[in-house]
């Protein structure tokens, strides 16, 4: 008990120390002071109560609040020093294996040198399978109660590119005598419109081309999908259910990992798979060859190469979105 | 004593390598991969295993040599020669060779081109039915159906050098192992099958399920 009541003690020291800094202009700096205080209310708590013992599953019910605790008033992770990324990640891993009692891995892999990704898609030989939703939505931990899907392929009739014209909801055998299929996801667009609505600066396009979503700085208030001219963006209505044995444990923090309530989702080109040097979930199922990854700065790549010599165009072009995602027919 | 301890010591080394060994075969953790983007040699966990060959006769972008998958592994027929001991009828029209093969090769489906156009020789060289036949008499391993194929279909041979057509193994990065032709199509029967589409997406909105018989 003396521990504690000393412990205790120290606690507000360093809190009084901390919240009466004084700046080199001689103001005392305020501007950390909510933020310290509901630390210092959480460090309170926590040494009055005892201090929780981590199981072997996860955390304990103490833990699991001081880590949800930790989580809602944690930073932007632009923000973020490595130490905070380290930390929130190893709390989310602990919360994610508690909540599906399974360990995940969540990476926070930072963009490569001398990349920038682009995506391309065959519209003659894309035959609307459809493999490439499914695989997206188990790579991706989507809500399977909504059928979330990043990824819409879109049936059209030959001659022209209508979109209001097309369905993408077909069930009937394909392809069909007479139709071409367009598929449409985020564009990672290089001027996205997305990104300048966010009020909260909860979006934004990274080095390597991949406009991500911070999941925990998101408020939710959906500007960024009804800024998107391609309806490329999602929103989570209800926190996201996924059984927990389909749960994709090769997370990134800022692409599949698990999600909650009220915050919105994109393609992030599977960031996890495409840092890594792997090719995005959609490329890899497409059973026809109608994708094709790579990165737009290797004058050798393949995307290059469909860039040069097909002929090849985007969707909604003149908005000047100005999107890493081109089409292209043989 | 002390030497027990030097024991301790040197074993250490082997304790910790054997840690470092089980913490990259976590499918979940791919720390192996080595990020430069200069070096071809780089290799994705997911192409090990994969059989392979490097492509003859054909380079990819800047002249860099590729792979393609081996197709002798997913051969599920073979020893040709069991059966086959006298070389194939050059005519083979004139001898009912349709009739004998629609009989004996009932299972392979022949959708590639019409018989006056195509028969089994064109592709599979008489004398020795387990390598294929080039159109300047030579003859290629099943590995190499590459090589066959892109004689006629050039532009696809063309654009499958540079990525246009076909599929890249694993990734984008390292070494670029794509696709046979015959891993994707039928030789046989190249167009791709007609099939019901995978999954049944809920579209939210537009403005046919929203005003059902509304505008168009």
Redesign the interface.
């Known amino acids: 008990m003396t521990t504690r009541r000393r412990r205790l003690a120290r606690a507000v020291r360093r809190f009084w120390r901390r919240s009466t800094r004084t700046t080199p202009s001689g103001a005392v700096d305020k501007a950390m002071s909510r933020r310290e205080a509901l630390r210092f209310a959480r460090d309170a708590a926590t040494i009055a109560a005892g201090a929780a013992v981590a199981t072997s599953a996860g955390c304990s019910r103490d833990e699991e609040t001081l880590a949800k605790w930790d989580e809602h008033f944690k930073g932007n992770f632009r923000l973020m020093t490595d130490r905070e990324k380290r930390e929130t990640i190893e709390r989310l891993e602990r919360l994610a294996r508690t909540k599906i009692g399974r360990?995940?891995?969540i990476k926070s892999t930072p963009a490569?040198?001398?990349?920038l990704y682009g995506y391309?898609f065959?519209i003659g030989?894309c035959?609307?399978?459809?493999?490439c939703?499914?695989a997206c939505?188990k790579e991706n931990n989507q809500d399977r109660r909504?059928?979330m899907?990043y990824i819409?392929?879109f049936e059209m009739k030959n001659g022209k590119v209508d979109l209001?014209?097309s369905?993408?909801?077909?069930?009937?055998?394909?392809?069909a005598e007479g139709h071409f299929y367009l598929g449409t996801q985020c564009f990672q667009c290089a001027n996205p419109p997305c990104v300048d609505v966010c009020p909260v600066g909860a979006t934004w396009q990274e080095p390597d081309g991949i406009t991500v979503v911070d999941y925990d700085w998101c408020i939710g208030c959906r500007y960024c999908e009804a800024a998107c001219p391609y309806w490329a963006r999602r929103f989570n209505w209800n926190e996201p259910e996924i059984a927990p044995a389909e749960v994709n444990?090769?997370q990134h923090y800022l692409g599949n990992r698990l999600r909650k309530k009220g915050v919105m989702e994109k393609c992030t080109f599977c960031i996890q798979?495409?840092r890594?040097?792997?090719?995005p979930a959609c490329v890899?199922a497409?059973?026809?060859?109608a994708r094709?990854?790579?990165?737009l700065l290797?004058?050798?790549?393949?995307?290059?190469?469909?860039i040069e010599?097909?002929k090849v165009f985007r969707l909604k072009e003149d908005l000047g979105t100005d999107p890493k995602f081109w089409y292209?027919m043989? | 004593m002390i030497a027990r301890r030097w024991l301790a010591v040197a074993a250490l080394p082997a304790v910790l390598a054997a840690c470092g060994a089980a913490d990259t075969d976590d499918a979940a953790t791919p720390s192996s991969i080595a990020m430069s983007l200069e070096t071809d040699a780089t290799e994705l966990r997911a192409l090990r295993g994969v059989p392979r060959v490097a492509v003859e006769g054909i380079v990819g972008p800047g002249g860099r040599p590729f792979f393609t998958t081996a197709r002798l592994p997913h051969m599920t027929q073979g020893r040709c020669g069991l059966c086959h001991v006298r070389p194939l009828d050059p005519a083979p029209a004139a001898t009912g060779q349709e009739a004998i093969v629609r009989t004996m090769h009932v299972d392979i489906p022949s959708r590639h081109a019409p018989p006056t156009t195509m028969n089994c020789r064109t592709c599979h060289d008489g004398n020795d039915l387990e390598r294929l036949r080039l159109n300047d008499g030579s003859t290629v391993g099943f590995d190499h159906a590459y090589r066959l194929c892109v004689q006629c279909h050039f532009q696809q041979g063309r654009d499958w050098a540079g990525g246009a057509h076909g599929k890249r193994l694993a990734g984008w990065l390292g070494v670029r192992v794509v696709e046979n032709c015959t891993a994707c199509h039928d030789p046989h029967a190249p167009r791709f099958a007609p099939r019901a589409p995978e999954g049944t997406p809920r579209i939210p909105r537009t403005i046919r399920n929203t005003h059902p018989g509304g505008r168009r």
């Open positions: 360990k995940v891995h490569k040198e001398g990349v391309a065959n030989k035959k609307g399978y459809r493999s939703v499914e939505k909504t059928d899907a819409r392929i209001e014209d369905t993408a909801d077909f069930s009937h055998t394909v392809p444990a090769n798979r495409s890594e040097g792997r090719n890899e497409c059973p026809t060859g094709v990854f790579g990165n290797d004058p050798n790549s393949e995307i290059r190469y469909v010599n097909k292209y043989d």
